[in-house]
């Protein structure tokens, strides 16, 4: 690997990037949305008012209703989005300075989305009649139960085990939050669970385990398992995880996909495909940084390596990792003899000095935006820590072709659920036993192909989440790629047929 060095070159723009937009308000969001009750006087302007004040908070109004209008006044509901919780407040101090308005109720719309959770369980059979009971319950259920004990692999054709997934986490990593316990990880287990019925028709439960320990997450993945077709471990810290997948992938007979690692994995192989389309270069000559040696870190650059890169560098808190910095983890020594045989040293803009690519799977604001400026031309740069990127994806647009990040509300959204519904349902319709990197592969291939060369630009190299293309085209890839592995067996559909 070379470690050749040249002078940070200044550059204002490149042949396929863009100049960083001019600086607006506050970007509004959905997440950060708010209704606020209120009461007006008869002034027929004050809806004109009230509209005004959000607008000069820097928020944006997206609903006014009347719930009352009477001679002496109006009763409203204002809807209207902001940028983080402080700009909601701040929305609200400007409607309480309004002449003739008084502040009644102020809801949060996210907070009133999460009331009750946002799963149920709903019946796919109806029960109407005896007879309806009697078939679905006792006496008729017995002869399932018997036909099942004789022919234990019926279990996934007549239950739900064929298509339901366990998403297991110890509340340990969650999101960018970091270790906040079980029980507030629910809601985003739910959310998870909710995104594998919106995307794949895949029924998924949240289990939150009230334990760290190793062995007792094993064991009680490994004694719930009979229920399930698939598990994915969810917002577990490294190593942990790493100790965890492997040794559920040894016990179990069904896939156990670790989706903060080869989710985050096929999505940015997948984009980054596309990605050196556009600018006209070969994975296999490109020399990449990865900002990052956790789980999502340590699956990118193992998909990289498997994919055909030849020149990886990872840099985190010790600076670049080199096989003997004996400061290391096990788990990030083995990264670095991965991919840093030369023992190069340094910090992370150290790392850019002539690279092509950035991926960034840090902390926030890692990486000052100018030292973009030392990677080669046409640079590709992925930011996606989470919640805040690495280095600001809006100004990284001065130094680099190509930018994607995790951001909702900038072009080439690297999101997960491009994955994993689809992964789970090409499992779940072979009936595989596990996963293997061949599969991530096949995913990430077919998610890239989804993008048409017609469609491909430097602000479209991963379709949107909402493409009723991505999940269909991932499952089918990966479904193929399982049904061609040693000892795959042919599922066979409920009429007796063979399905592939």
């Not at 997440?31 to 809806?47: C, F, H, K, N, Q």
């Not at 040696?293 to 498997?306: C, D, P, W």
């Not at 990264?335 to 991926?359: E, K, M, W």
């Not at 600001?392 to 680099?400: K, L, S």
């Amino acid at each position: 690997m070379s470690t050749d060095t040249a002078p940070m070159p200044s550059r204002d723009d490149t042949s396929l990037g863009e100049p960083a937009p001019p600086v607006r308000g506050p970007v509004t969001s959905a997440s950060y949305s708010i209704t606020v009750r209120l009461t007006a006087d008869g002034d027929p302007a004050s809806i004109g008012r009230i509209a005004t004040a959000v607008g000069s908070a820097g928020g944006a109004v997206t609903a006014i209703d009347v719930v009352d209008s009477r001679s002496d006044g109006l009763t409203v509901d204002v809807t209207c989005s902001a940028a983080d919780a402080a700009h909601s407040e701040e929305m609200v101090d400007a409607l309480r300075a309004v002449p003739g308005v008084k502040v009644r109720k102020v809801s949060d719309r996210t907070f009133l989305l999460h009331l009750g959770g946002k799963l149920e369980v709903a019946s796919r059979v109806p029960l109407k009649t005896r007879d309806d009971l009697s078939m679905a319950y006792t006496p008729g259920v017995a002869r399932v139960c018997l036909a099942l004990a004789d022919n234990p692999d019926d279990v996934r054709r007549l239950t739900i085990k064929g298509n339901t997934v366990a998403v297991v986490t110890d509340g340990s990593a969650v999101l960018g939050l970091g270790d906040i316990g079980p029980g507030a990880s629910m809601p985003v287990m739910e959310g998870k669970a909710v995104l594998f019925k919106r995307f794949a028709d895949i029924d998924a439960w949240p289990i939150a385990l009230d334990t760290q320990d190793v062995d007792e997450i094993v064991r009680t993945v490994e004694l719930i398992a009979p229920g399930f077709g698939g598990i994915n471990l969810e917002d577990i810290a490294a190593p942990r995880c790493f100790e965890i997948e492997a040794r559920l992938r040894e016990k179990l007979d069904i896939p156990v996909f670790h989706d903060d690692q080869h989710g985050t994995a096929i999505c940015v192989l997948a984009a980054l495909r596309n990605a050196l389309r556009v600018v006209e270069k070969q994975l296999e000559e490109v020399r990449i940084v990865v900002a990052g040696g956790g789980a999502a870190g340590t699956a990118i650059v193992s998909l990289l390596l498997e994919a055909g890169a030849t020149e990886v560098l990872v840099w985190d808190r010790e600076g670049i990792l080199s096989p003997d910095d004996e400061r290391l983890s096990p788990a990030k020594l083995d990264l670095a003899r991965r991919t840093n045989p030369g023992c190069r040293r340094g910090d992370l803009p150290d790392a850019l000095v002539g690279a092509d690519v950035f991926i960034g799977v840090s902390a926030a604001n890692v990486l000052p935006v100018e030292a973009l400026a030392a990677m080669n031309e046409r640079a590709v740069v992925f930011p996606m820590a989470n919640p805040t990127p690495d280095v600001d994806p809006v100004r990284a647009r001065q130094y680099a072709a190509v930018v994607a990040s995790g951001r909702s509300d900038l072009p080439n959204q690297i999101n997960n659920v491009l994955a994993f519904p689809g992964v789970f349902r090409g499992l779940l319709d072979a009936r595989a036993k596990e996963i293997r990197p061949g599969m991530l592969l096949a995913a990430a291939e077919a998610l890239a192909a989804v993008v048409t060369d017609d469609q491909l630009n430097a602000n479209y190299i991963v379709p949107s989440v909402f493409d009723p293309a991505v999940t269909p085209a991932v499952a089918a890839a990966v479904a193929e790629e399982a049904r061609q592995e040693p000892g795959a067996t042919v599922p066979v559909a409920e009429d007796g047929d063979l399905t592939g």
